[in-house]
């Protein structure tokens, strides 16, 4: 296999993540986004919106962070990860979703803004963030994880942008269920942590 990936992009972390968490190998391709390789010809033969991360399992392309997961989940990694029981799969797809929608826009965009210099308003991504926070740090009371009694993809979908929240000037230190669960995720054998990001670096959703 071969991820297409870039250390700074949060997208790109969930899919190296949940890889190092299966124990799954797969060469790490770093695309140039500031020299714009992510717009190539090459590249977009790979993934026509130009985004990352990708990845290539011989013949199978998937991009889309939250695919990659599932692809990976129902490939290689033990049913847990991504439950067939109606319940738990549907509790697991609102997570996801909640991923590429309340978080994407909440902490992830107030990261843009402060890190890349990305246009959204500042005040009001940063009250999507802690709403979406408050939301998931009052979900967290009594539970372990977010989905169903252990650790799943929807953890792995949701970790990244939260971990690096306070990048965006997001506080999390009010939300201590929210610290707590993403102290579990990292103690999780093959936890790979997220590079903090410098000023200046273009990011890919």
Sequence with gaps: MKLYSHPLSGHAHRARLFLSLIGATADIVDVDLSAGEHKSPDFLALNPFGQLPVLQDGDVVISDSNAILVYLGKKYASEGWLPEEPAAAAAVQRWLSVAAGEIAYGPGAARLVTLFGAKFDTEEVIARAHRILGLIDTHLVGREWVATT???????????????????????????????????????????SFQKSPVGIVEAA
């Design 150 to 192: 252990r650790p799943t993809i929807a953890d792995v979908a949701l970790y990244s942008y939260i971990a690096r929240a306070p990048e965006g000037n997001v506080d999390r230190s009010a939300y201590r269920n929210v610290t707590a669960w993403l102290e579990r995720i990292e103690a999780l054998p093959g936890f790979q």
